[in-house]
């Protein structure tokens, strides 16, 4: 009797080493790796990464924080497209990617600092009633609290396109203590001050700050796109772009 030859799919990873112009993720080399498949496995893209750094490439750098409530981070392109690489099942051919609309740092990882600092200093100290209290519960949280900042809706912005034509990166690798935020907004900075001015137990004052923030970060300028897309499935455009424009217009008058 003799063994069963075991099925592969191959999936092609780009690799890339980043450096201080690294926004093209189009530079990165395609690797190719062999997956063995057990049999009646559909492996997701995270399995497969994590398969092609013990067993091909030691040294490929992604990023998941699955039970870590750090769910966003496996975010990549698959295809093309931005997907959560826990949940996507791969199929042989496909092509992983790291996520576009982001300088990349190494392989799949890109450098988040430039969002993730954006309302830094922005927006007053709490104001809330009690640091204890939550968000005054409805509908509104329920959605926006969907969010897992995994960043996908980067992807075909045109306000955040205009930051990557200010800057090449957010910050250089060899000072990382130097932040360099950037200066347009996206759908996700806009869906944190969405949540901001809802909260009823915010003063009004802060509500204030997060809608001029907002519009200091090019909101306006959504209303010649409202092309925002969320791969949770949370709609943007009706309930975080809409509403903060019309709460500008409010705060105006």
Known sequence: MTDEIPEYIEI?????????????QGTGQAHRFKYALQPGEQPT???VLIRAREEAF??????YGCRNRKCGLCTLEINGKPRLACK?????GDRLGPLQGLPVIRDLVVDRTGINGQLAGRIGGDHRRSS?????????????SGCIAC???????????MNLGAFHRPR???TPKETVVYAYGNPYTFLRLRRIVEDNERDQKTRDQALSTALSLGLET?????????????????????????DIEKLRT
Not at 12 to 17: A, F, G, S, T
Not at 58 to 63: E, S
Not at 88 to 92: A, E, L, N, P, Y
Not at 226 to 235: A, E, K, N, S, Y
């Open 12 to 24: 092609i990873i780009l690799r890339q080493v980043g450096d201080k112009n690294a926004c093209d």
């Open 45 to 47: 893209a995270l399995d």
């Open 58 to 63: 030691h040294d490929l750098a992604f990023r």
């Open 88 to 92: 996507t099942k791969v199929r042989d």
């Open 132 to 144: 204890w209290e939550p968000l005054v519960p409805g509908g509104i949280f329920v959605s926006l």
């Open 151 to 161: 960043y996908a809706c980067l992807k075909g912005c045109p306000l955040h396109e």
């Open 172 to 174: 250089d690798f060899e």
């Open 222 to 246: 959504c209303r010649e796109c409202l092309g925002c897309r969320c791969q949770m499935g949370i709609p943007l455009i009706r309930e975080v772009i809409e509403p903060l424009l019309k």
